[in-house]
């Protein structure tokens, strides 16, 4: 705050100016004593509070707008300390449904355009978010490229890292999934997040299947916080070493009611205790932002007033922002939210900034060359196959255990024409490089048991089209689909386009607004499940099949990738070991 603020401040306080907005007869939600304070009026001086108390009378001028709360509950806008933002839609749509759903601030990963697009991406996207009536704050992200030896993934110089720390829009450091870069102490990892914490920046953790001696190493690291823990014995853990917990209720994951429900049976302290979602797909979107995981919070037996904190007050306690924002006191932002209903957690308007959100924001239109991360040629089917001789072949396969988690299985399949033949159960995959420059081919068991195939530009962190299916021709024509439209994701089947979800900006957001992407995007699941695949969320599939920091194993452009050692696995498995 500039000092002629803290000047008109104290001037608005003491009554020798009037307040522009003054909140009558609240219900406050005070997050810093845990308390529900009655009869409460608050007053907002520009961007700032300027009042809170029992009577405003002072503050009120005659241009001063009344709200007349009628003893509704009013609480601090609503934070998403972790999330990705930089899939599917635009953030000024992204924006527009979370101010509608309580949340005023984002702080953002933006791990995948800045994957793809490299510097220049996260720099356009940072400035885009800059313009939507949200606060958000991203990050350079900590996990790209995975390993560098086999990833197409952009990586950031010195350089760039702190010209992008000198912004006040960005944090530090997103969530760093190689976690064993840190354990083994990689040098240009560990330069990074020197760079970082000497900037003053905040480091996300990423600690999945982590524990003991290395989990500690981490956490020693100067990484303050992880989302990944599934279950309440992975969360006590880091919270005894010190670290923040942020809970997941969000699109890849669901652990919240879980994991709050054995915190509050225990009555285990929450102040390091933040509620996230991880990214949100356009149709979870409908059902909430962070009001959604409250409202989940609250199901799980956490106080109210416990559970507003998390998604508020602990959040930015933990990045450093608790004197400007988190809660409803004097000199604070204004940030607030009138809530019809704490039972629903029913948002009736949010104000952000003193001002009453209108929903409106500005765009930032994307530069041409954001339009051109796909250029390659058209494919045939026959760029598909994979010769072999003889009646049938003995192939190492991708066995999907959950959408996301993988291991390493083993089939024999037919041989037709020289060439590998798919079948209802073991389907074909490919991860061809968005230039066309490379391509593996292998196979994939537990996606579907019908006939057809799918394409996709949206994989995490790393940029090749992935495409799955059991006939070469139905492939090649999502495929080819996804090409035109210089990004998508394109189900086909029996030569039919069943569903096709345009991403021409990067290959992984539309330029549509919310409410059509949402419906192609249902459409898009809907089509995996007409392909006979049974995952819960069968989209997640070939947005992971070449995330190399997940077991087990993985395909990108240059093969199929164990991910315990980094090594190859050749498709089709030698005589010499097919019988062993």
């Known amino acids: 705050m500039e000092q002629t603020e803290i000047t008109e401040l104290v001037q608005a306080l003491s009554g020798e100016r009037a307040s522009h907005v003054v909140i009558k007869n609240c219900s406050l939600v005070s997050v810093y004593t845990g308390e529900i304070i009655p009869d409460t009026d608050i007053a907002i001086y520009k961007s700032y509070v300027s009042y809170?108390?029992?009577?405003?009378?002072?503050?009120?001028?005659?241009?001063?707008?009344?709200?007349?709360?009628?003893?509704?509950?009013?609480?601090p806008g609503l934070a998403d300390p972790h999330t990705h933002i930089d899939q599917f839609i635009l953030p000024h749509h992204v924006a527009r449904h979370a101010i509608s759903h309580g949340t005023t601030t984002l702080f953002s990963d933006p791990v995948d355009i800045t994957s793809v697009c490299g510097?220049?991406?996260?720099?356009?996207?940072?400035d885009a978010c800059s313009m939507v009536q949200a606060r958000v704050f991203n990050c350079i992200p900590g996990g790209?490229?995975?390993?560098?030896?086999?990833?197409?993934?952009?990586?950031?110089?010195?350089?760039?890292?702190?010209?992008?720390?000198?912004?006040?829009?960005?944090?530090?450091?997103?969530?760093?999934?190689?976690?064993?870069?840190?354990?083994?102490?990689?040098?240009?990892?560990?330069?990074?997040?020197?760079?970082?914490?000497?900037?003053?920046?905040?480091?996300?953790?990423?600690?999945?299947?982590?524990?003991?001696?290395?989990?500690?190493?981490?956490?020693?690291?100067?990484?303050?916080?992880?989302?990944?823990?599934?279950?309440?014995?992975?969360?006590?853990?880091?919270?005894?070493?010190?670290?923040?917990?942020?809970?997941?209720?969000?699109?890849?994951?669901?652990?919240?009611?879980?994991?709050?429900?054995?915190?509050?049976?225990?009555?285990?302290d929450t102040s390091r205790l933040m509620l996230c979602t991880d990214g949100l797909n356009p149709t979870d979107m409908q059902a909430g932002h962070m009001d959604h995981c409250v409202r989940e919070a609250i199901r799980a037996g956490v106080d109210p007033v416990q559970a507003i904190s998390m998604a508020s007050l602990n959040v930015f306690r933990y990045y450093r922002m608790d004197h400007m924002l988190g809660g409803i006191s004097v000199g604070r932002l204004a940030d607030i939210i009138l809530l019809n209903d704490m039972d629903s957690f029913d948002i009736g308007a949010t104000i952000i900034g003193g001002q009453i959100s209108t929903n409106h924001n500005q765009t930032n239109k994307a530069p041409q060359w954001l339009y051109e991360t796909v250029g390659m040629d058209m494919l045939s089917d026959t760029d598909l196959a994979v010769p072999a001789q003889g009646d049938e072949v003995a192939v190492n396969t991708i066995l999907l255990q959950t959408e996301i988690i993988t291991k390493l299985g083993r089939a024999t399949l037919?041989?037709?024409?020289?060439?590998?033949?798919?079948?209802?159960?073991?389907?074909?995959?490919?991860a061809i490089k968005r230039d066309g420059t490379q391509k593996a081919l292998g196979f994939l068991e537990n996606f579907g048991t019908k006939h057809g195939g799918m394409a996709t530009t949206a994989t995490f962190h790393d940029n090749d089209i992935i495409a799955i299916g059991n006939s070469d021709a139905d492939m090649a024509t999502a495929i080819n689909q996804v090409i035109k439209s210089r990004g998508a994701t394109t189900a086909v089947i029996h030569g039919e386009i069943r569903a096709h979800m345009p991403l021409p900006i990067a290959g992984i957001i539309s330029e549509m607004e919310m409410d059509d992407v949402s419906e192609q995007f249902v459409r898009v699941q809907q089509s995996?499940?007409?392909?006979?695949?049974?995952?819960?969320?069968?989209?997640?599939?070939?947005?992971?099949?070449?995330?190399?920091?997940?077991?087990?194993?993985?395909?990108?452009?240059?093969?199929?990738?164990?991910?315990?050692?980094?090594?190859i696995i050749p498709t089709i498995i030698p005589l010499s070991e097919a019988h062993v």
């Open 52 to 75: 809170v108390g029992p009577d405003a009378a002072q503050m009120t001028g005659k241009d001063t707008r009344i709200i007349d709360a009628k003893n509704r509950y009013v609480a």
């Open 144 to 268: 790209v490229p995975v390993d560098p030896k086999l990833s197409s993934a952009k990586s950031m110089t010195q350089e760039q890292i702190r010209n992008l720390m000198d912004r006040d829009d960005i944090f530090g450091m997103g969530e760093v999934f190689a976690w064993t870069k840190v354990i083994k102490q990689d040098i240009d990892t560990i330069q990074n997040m020197a760079t970082i914490q000497e900037m003053g920046g905040i480091i996300n953790g990423h600690t999945a299947g982590m524990s003991g001696t290395k989990l500690a190493i981490y956490a020693a690291s100067g990484i303050t916080s992880c989302h990944e823990p599934i279950n309440y014995d992975q969360t006590i853990e880091r919270l005894r070493m010190g670290m923040y917990v942020m809970v997941r209720e969000g699109s890849i994951r669901r652990d919240l009611y879980g994991i709050l429900k054995e915190i509050s049976s225990r009555r285990i």
């Open 119 to 126: 510097y220049d991406g996260l720099v356009w996207f940072a």
């Open 528 to 567: 995996f499940k007409e392909l006979g695949c049974t995952h819960r969320e069968p989209h997640l599939i070939p947005l992971f099949l070449p995330f190399l920091a997940l077991p087990s194993i993985r395909i990108q452009s240059n093969g199929l990738i164990n991910v315990k050692d980094g090594a």
């Open 414 to 430: 037919p041989i037709q024409d020289g060439k590998v033949c798919a079948t209802d159960t073991v389907w074909k995959v490919a």
